[in-house]
């Protein structure tokens, strides 16, 4: 055989894991289709790369709901804190967002990153192809495997599949992947943009282009709005999951109005229900503009207010607490002037105002696709490759590893996580 491991995409995932196998001995080439590795590392967090999690492993496996489980092993094999203490070796020093719990280089620069992988890539002996895409494969022999790329034909003994997902497919994720998979019998979980804002045909929505609000509690509904409970959960909590009638999906956090629709995290958190929908445009988003403060709560405060100060107006009512834009479109919502009075505002109108800030419902169209995901949903199916090793369990000696797998959690950090350690445990298996 040519080389005893080839690596397919370089890429989070690719790059660490075609590192360690030449670390532990392999022959070990990496094959990449774009003149440069890592394309989707430079751009991801803004170009900022938010490389993990501060949460412990327990964590990261919660946050991907019931796909956490097939990471236990490889969490196990490279924690976040495994994966800080790797990335500080190599003279990247890293940050915590206190807010968000997100791990950022400390330059804020994703090149560090970038160019620490390299680094470790080059002391370990593995030969990087570069413009090089891999155009099929099939086996030869029992257990190896013969490649076709652009430019030549090479045998390998073990490959490992790591070209990510569909999401910003001008990086280059384009799902080559999926068809090489099937060949070899694997089911592909079909493919959907995640982490991808979403639409709406709402023009009072889009009329707010810019305006951000920390903190919103965001769920997806099929039906009607119903009553939210008084209390929100903790901001960036929960992963998205079904628990009633017509509820998909709920989040806290950042909050983006958008010339298109809706963004920010909270809102890409939630989009993976949207684009997985037969049809989205029967879905509503529910928003709690205002999480902190219960419904009662609320509307006793403006009471209070209205007989403290009467001839306030309301358009400026909640000005310490919402963009006055906002509160302007809810109450142009409502047809009650901004100008109008407290002491002139009706029970019944109080209420009202309470709900439209408490229960908002917007309207979905649809997503940005694609084209704008950070991440895709879906992709080989988990329950067929073995989770200790990352091996599959239809072909021998092929593995995955990172988003080419139905696996895609939150933002925050996690889906490199998962890239990382599940790349890791693939070269210690191989």
Not at 82 to 105: N, S
Not at 257 to 272: A, E, I, N, Q
Not at 346 to 368: M, N
Request: proline share 5%; net charge positive.
């Amino acid at each position: 055989m040519d080389w005893q491991v080839v690596v397919v995409g370089a890429g989070a995932a690719g790059l660490l894991a075609a590192a360690r196998a030449a670390e532990r001995g392999r022959r070990t080439l990496l094959l990449e289709k774009n003149r440069h590795p890592g394309v989707k590392i430079l751009m991801s967090g803004g170009t900022r790369c938010n490389l993990t999690h501060a949460a412990d492993r327990r964590g990261i496996v919660q946050e991907f709901g019931d796909q956490g489980r097939f990471l236990h092993s490889a969490l196990a094999a490279l924690s976040p804190q495994d994966l800080v203490e790797l990335f500080e070796r190599e003279g990247v020093a890293t940050k915590i967002e206190p807010d968000t719990g997100k791990v950022f280089p400390a330059s804020d620069k994703a090149a560090d990153v970038l160019d620490a992988l390299l680094a470790r890539l080059r002391r370990s002996g593995c030969t990087l192809a570069l413009e090089e895409p891999l155009v099929a494969f099939e086996r030869a022999g029992e257990k190896g495997f013969r490649l076709t790329t652009s430019k030549r034909t090479l045998t390998a003994e073990k490959v490992l599949i790591t070209t990510g997902g569909q999401s910003y497919p001008g990086s280059g994720t384009s799902g080559d992947a999926y068809a090489w998979a099937a060949a070899f019998g694997h089911t592909i979980v079909p493919p959907r943009p995640a982490l991808t804002p979403i639409t709406t045909d709402a023009a009072w929505v889009r009329e707010l282009q810019g305006v951000t609000i920390p903190d919103v509690f965001v769920r997806v509904v099929e039906t009607k709005p119903e009553e939210q409970p008084e209390t929100s959960p903790a901001k960036g909590a929960g992963r998205a999951k079904r628990r009633g009638r017509g509820f998909l999906a709920e989040r806290r956090g950042s909050f983006l109005f958008t010339h298109f629709g809706l963004s920010g995290p909270v809102v890409l958190d939630v989009s993976r229900v949207v684009s997985g929908h037969r049809q989205p445009r029967s879905l509503v988003l529910q928003c709690d503009f205002l999480p902190q403060i219960g419904e009662a709560e609320l509307e006793e405060r403006i009471k209070q207010e209205a007989a403290a100060a009467g001839k306030k107006q309301l358009g400026g009512l909640l000005a310490s607490l919402l963009p006055r834009r906002l509160t302007d479109a809810l109450l142009a919502q409502l047809d009650l002037p901004p100008e109008r009075k407290l002491a002139e505002l009706s029970r019944a109108d109080r209420a009202r105002f309470v709900a439209a800030i408490k229960r908002q419902p917007i309207a979905v169209s649809g997503t940005r696709g694609f084209k704008k995901a950070e991440v895709t949903a879906g992709g080989v199916a988990l329950d067929e490759v073995d989770s200790r090793t990352m091996q599959s369990l239809k072909a021998p000696n092929l593995y995955f590893a990172g988003e080419v797998l139905d696996l895609d959690g939150p933002i925050g950090g996690y889906n490199f996580q998962a890239a990382f350690c599940t790349g890791w445990l693939a070269a210690e298996s191989m």
